[in-house]
């Protein structure tokens, strides 16, 4: 929690396996929520807990790359809720225009600004302690970022280069508009592939962007020119987030999905269905329900699931323990996968009659090692711009999320696989594995390679 005046608050809500944050915002009394989650229950536990009244739910833009929570939380509050006027959208809602301001309690005033960019019709919000005082934060959404902007590629091809030059003069709007010490409150930039680049920082004020973010230094140009050049892929599912938005997403449903037996499990896989492991890969490695995949709720599940899956594939989720199936559900329904098929919790003794499948496990030491006395066939799975930043001399690369189409380029016998620290490549080897292949999962941080003596490229520039 924050302060940005004696008595006002906000509140972020972190979501970092999508790289999003929402934030409350509150007087000690009166409060609002800007871009909500859809489980909205971390938000209705917290008004709870400080005795607060929403009043309004605001809403950046229509969002890509997570389900809402806006229209549930406003249903289940009776607080306004506040998208853009321009939006198409199949629900009520207070719609809102450029210039408005909202009263929030006696103290709270937020005034709405345009920042087309992200999207057409992308409202950031300034927050002012009173009537005519000057503004003290902006809540930003996919406009001005920390380090960056949101991406302006989403909405299609034919949209890109209006949409980036909208971004560059809405930037300049919030920069020209706002004092240095208004602090920045963005909700994409923390890992979203919504953001067209990466910043380590965890907060920021509009001073600091000015002195350092590229879109309040270059000039239209340049900045166009270099983030487009930029932007690599982004998730699959993303392509079915925003028709959810606008037709107005129900109340998540979190409770336990249909419990299955081995039977059952079996008859899943053969039928083609996605029966998903979400153990540590250390542990699915030692041995797993031939045929399943493994994508681990230590890591980034959702996005990497929704970006592989086929879209309504009927999903099964297995889990050690009811409470490692539960964090799956609420990742999931972040991304509009509501309701898995069935689960089960225990080991794969339980999951399965036949024999557990195996497949071995290395660091980068041992693939050096082995590299030294034969050629060794190795797969990266890392994204292209990833590779092109450095990889290993000789290996191939298979961005994960083009695997399943691509698996006929893997060598038939052995191969052995790796990305940035061992997440990616289980999920990889799980496909694999199922594929025939005989894989050997690299389980090691990129950073080791060179290390180990494995010779490594280097971009250059």
Same mark, same amino acid.
């Given at each position: ?273 996605? *029966?998903? $492991?979400? @153990?540590?890969?250390?542990? =699915? /490695?030692? #041995? %797993? &329900?031939? +045929?399943?995949? !493994? ?82 066939? *190795?797969? $990266?799975? @890392?994204?292209?711009?990833? =590779? /092109?930043? #450095? %990889? &290993?001399? +000789?290996?191939? !690369? ?64």
């Amino acid at each position: 929690m924050s302060d940005v005046a004696e008595g006002l608050h906000v509140v972020p809500l972190d979501t970092p396996s999508l790289g999003d944050r929402s934030y409350v915002v509150h007087d000690g009394s009166a409060a609002f929520v800007v871009d909500p989650q859809r489980d909205i229950d971390r938000v209705l536990e917290m008004l709870d807990r400080e005795r607060l009244t929403l009043t309004h739910v605001l809403e950046t833009h229509v969002h890509n790359d997570y389900v809402t929570g806006g229209l549930a939380l406003s249903r289940a509050t009776g607080a306004d809720y506040v998208v853009s006027a321009r939006d198409e959208v199949a629900f009520r809602r207070h719609p809102v225009e450029d210039g408005e301001v909202l009263a929030v309690g006696d103290r709270i005033r937020v005034e709405a600004v345009a920042t087309p960019g992200h999207t057409f019709h992308h409202l950031s919000y300034v927050l002012r302690d009173g009537d005519g005082a000057m503004g003290m934060a902006v809540f930003s959404g996919g406009s001005l970022l920390y380090g960056s902007t949101g991406r302006p590629d989403l909405l299609g091809a034919e949209h890109t280069d209006r949409l980036a030059r909208l971004q560059h003069a809405s930037a300049r709007r919030l920069g020209a508009l706002l004092p240095d010490g208004a602090a920045l409150y963005p909700t994409h930039g923390f890992g979203s592939f919504c953001a067209a680049s990466q910043s380590r920082a965890s907060r920021s004020t509009i001073g600091e962007e000015r002195a350092s973010n590229a879109v309040l230094l270059q000039d239209e140009v340049d900045y166009v020119r270099d983030l487009l050049a930029g932007l690599g892929p982004w998730p699959d599912y993303y392509a079915h987030i925003a028709p959810l938005n606008t037709a107005g997403p129900a109340a998540a449903d979190l409770s336990p999905p249909r419990a299955v037996g081995a039977d059952e499990i079996r008859r899943r896989i053969e039928a083609g269905e996605w *029966v998903v $492991d979400l @153990r540590h890969r250390s542990q =699915f /490695a030692g #041995g %797993h &329900v031939p +045929g399943s995949y !493994n994508f681990g709720t230590d890591g980034a599940f959702a996005t990497n699931l929704g970006w592989l899956i086929d879209w309504n594939t009927p999903l099964t989720l297995l889990a050690a323990t009811p409470d490692d199936l539960a964090h799956a559900q609420r990742e999931l329904v972040r991304i509009g996968i509501d309701r898995p098929s069935g689960a089960a919790t225990g080991e794969p003794r339980q999951w399965s009659e036949h024999e557990p499948a195996r497949f071995d496990q290395a660091d980068f030491a041992a693939l050096a090692a082995e590299a030294a006395v034969r050629d060794v066939p *190795v797969l $990266d799975v @890392r994204r292209a711009d990833e =590779f /092109a930043a #450095g %990889h &290993v001399v +000789g290996a191939s !690369n298979i961005p994960l999320h083009e695997l399943r189409s691509r698996i006929g380029e893997v060598p038939n016998d052995e191969v052995w696989v790796h990305c940035q620290s061992g997440y990616r490549a289980s999920i990889a080897a799980s496909f694999l594995l199922t594929a025939g292949r005989r894989v050997v999962a690299v389980d090691d941080h990129f950073a080791a390679a060179g290390a180990a003596g494995l010779p490594v490229t280097v971009a250059s520039g």
